[in-house]
């Protein structure tokens, strides 16, 4: 069914298709916008008391965007791939994983997390640095049509808690988050790893208060052009 909806999708009508294809009935972004956040940001704070149970596989990831946007989208938990979305993906100037790349590289993704025992029993510099890495990885999937950000930090802190740690990202702004997104899609993952540092900390302990790194003024006009493969970025645990 979903096919017929996105297989001939082009970016310039992509936000188009978001409104057609709503279940809030919304006839403008604003609408759908408005209506989002307001249910979205229930569902979120309810996640982040209660994660929802899952083996941390990409299965569960869809998982955590279904709860969060199936009262939204009738596609919530489902990938480009899957409702046929299957071309270049791109917002703004930012190009992600191409659709029709998102099963093989979803499946190395996550098989490198459950090989390197989803960084279970490292120190805490380690598993900052790994987690840092992963994230960018799967900001650099982008593998739904929208909510991609919400759903990943929902995951990370769901990670982060399966090793002992409390992560919060809530309080992060779309700024820095974009901020570090676009360092990231360079390789350079020194924003995420600060982000994580001034933010993690064992659920034994108060957390560690460091100034943040992150430039709380980016411009607001990116011009990036990151690669959409997530081979050539180094992953720690491979070092």
Same mark, same amino acid.
């Given at each position: 069914?979903?096919?017929?909806?996105?297989?001939?999708?082009?970016?310039?009508?992509?936000?188009?298709?978001?409104?057609?294809?709503?279940?809030?009935?919304?006839?403008?972004?604003?609408?759908?916008?408005?209506?989002?956040? =307001?249910?979205?940001?229930?569902?979120?704070?309810?996640? #982040?008391?209660?994660?929802?149970?899952?083996?941390?596989?990409?299965?569960?990831?869809?998982?955590?965007?279904?709860? *969060?946007?199936?009262?939204?989208?009738?596609?919530?938990?489902?990938?480009? %791939?899957?409702?046929?979305?299957?071309?270049?993906?791109?917002?703004?100037?930012?190009?992600?994983?191409?659709?029709?790349? *998102?099963?093989?590289?979803?499946?190395?993704?996550?098989? *490198?997390?459950?090989?390197?025992?989803?960084?279970?029993?490292?120190?805490?510099?380690?598993?900052?640095?790994? *987690?840092?890495?992963?994230?960018?990885?799967?900001?650099?999937?982008?593998?739904?049509?929208?909510?991609?950000?919400?759903?990943?930090?929902?995951?990370?802190?769901?990670?982060?808690?399966?090793?002992? %740690?409390?992560?919060?990202?809530?309080?992060?702004? #779309?700024?820095?988050? /974009?901020?570090?997104?676009?360092?990231?899609?360079?390789?350079?993952?020194?924003?995420?790893?600060?982000?994580?540092?001034?933010?993690?900390?064992?659920?034994?302990?108060?957390? /560690?208060?460091?100034?943040? =790194?992150?430039?709380?003024?980016?411009?607001?006009?990116?011009?990036?052009?990151?690669?959409?493969?997530?081979?050539?970025?180094?992953?720690?645990?491979?070092?």
């Amino acid at each position: 069914m979903f096919s017929s909806w996105f297989k001939s999708i082009h970016n310039e009508t992509f936000e188009k298709e978001l409104i057609s294809t709503n279940l809030v009935g919304a006839k403008t972004l604003k609408e759908l916008f408005t209506a989002e956040r =307001k249910i979205t940001s229930v569902r979120q704070e309810k996640l #982040q008391k209660y994660p929802l149970k899952g083996n941390f596989d990409y299965v569960h990831l869809q998982a955590i965007h279904r709860e *969060l946007f199936q009262d939204i989208y009738a596609w919530a938990g489902h990938d480009r %791939y899957s409702t046929g979305y299957r071309d270049f993906f791109k917002k703004g100037n930012t190009e992600f994983t191409h659709g029709s790349e *998102l099963p093989s590289e979803t499946e190395k993704l996550f098989r *490198l997390l459950n090989d390197n025992n989803y960084f279970n029993n490292l120190n805490r510099k380690e598993f900052v640095e790994n *987690l840092a890495s992963f994230f960018n990885q799967l900001n650099i999937l982008h593998p739904f049509m929208e909510g991609n950000g919400r759903t990943q930090r929902l995951f990370i802190e769901a990670l982060a808690k399966k090793s002992g %740690y409390q992560l919060n990202l809530s309080k992060v702004s #779309q700024d820095d988050m /974009i901020h570090a997104s676009i360092e990231g899609v360079t390789g350079n993952i020194k924003s995420f790893q600060d982000m994580f540092e001034e933010r993690l900390f064992s659920e034994k302990h108060e957390p /560690i208060k460091i100034k943040s =790194k992150l430039d709380s003024s980016p411009e607001k006009n990116y011009d990036m052009h990151p690669s959409p493969s997530i081979d050539p970025f180094k992953k720690p645990w491979e070092r």
